[in-house]
């Protein structure tokens, strides 16, 4: 079974610019979460998805955006990026509807702002 | 919101000593999950409490949710280099809302 793919794995950006990140799930899983990992906060919830339907969101500006397909693939978005952006963005998948099981993460996309 | 306290920030052990991780929660949780992530890898999962006071063992680690499920703790016995990595609690609150708050965290580095 395959893992969790996160694409792309490393991308540089200059600030003002915006990124698209994907995440395909585990094959039947569909909640997919986002995470922003940084050494000073950690893994911080950006949102989580279900069927096409964000069911919650972080306290991320509204630069950080998100969203499901009917496949489950996942994509975010952040605009306007800002050095603070800079992290390792991490996408996880599940299989429980309701938010209990544990997540699978993808080895996640590490963004640099520059 | 819900905020979930993780200490210490780091231990650094020598090989065969114990160590213990405490993780505490402003609000009840329904469940918490604890994953480890080795340096430049991804979390991955280790285990996952429901109970009150319930005690879970996996080889040399002791996981422990308390009786009024706002606290847990991780405990590994006989320390090995290979547990070196980050470990993470993570709950869920009894309002759940789908969203899994993480504490930030103990790095673990081992001197064999």
């Keep these: ?114 | 919101g819900q905020q979930v306290m993780q200490i210490p920030q780091y231990q650094h052990v020598q090989e065969g000593e114990d160590f213990t991780t405490y993780c505490n929660s402003s609000t009840t949780l329904s469940n918490i999950q604890w994953y480890k992530q080795r340096p430049g890898g991804h979390p991955v999962f280790l285990i996952q409490l429901v109970k009150s006071g319930e005690v879970k063992k996996q080889k040399r680690l002791t996981f422990q949710f308390g009786e009024a499920k706002k606290n847990s703790s991780l405990h590994i016995t006989a320390t090995q280099t290979t547990d070196v990595g980050t470990y993470f609690c993570a709950g869920i609150s009894g309002g759940s809302n789908y969203k899994l708050t993480f504490g930030k965290g103990t790095l673990l580095t081992v001197n064999p």
């Design chain 1, 1 to 114: 079974k395959a893992g969790v793919t996160q694409t792309p794995r490393y991308l540089i950006k200059t600030r003002g610019q915006q990124v698209t990140l994907s995440c395909s799930p585990i094959s039947g899983h569909r909640s997919v979460s986002w995470y922003q990992q940084t050494p000073g906060q950690g893994l911080q919830f950006l949102f989580e998805y279900f069927s096409e339907t964000q069911r919650n969101k972080g306290n991320f500006p509204g630069r950080f955006s998100g969203r499901q397909f009917s496949n489950s693939r996942s994509e975010m978005n952040v605009s306007t990026l800002e050095l603070g952006d800079s992290a390792l963005y991490l996408c996880a998948s599940s299989f429980y509807r309701d938010g209990t099981g544990e997540l699978f993460f993808g080895e996640g996309s590490r963004l640099t702002v520059l």
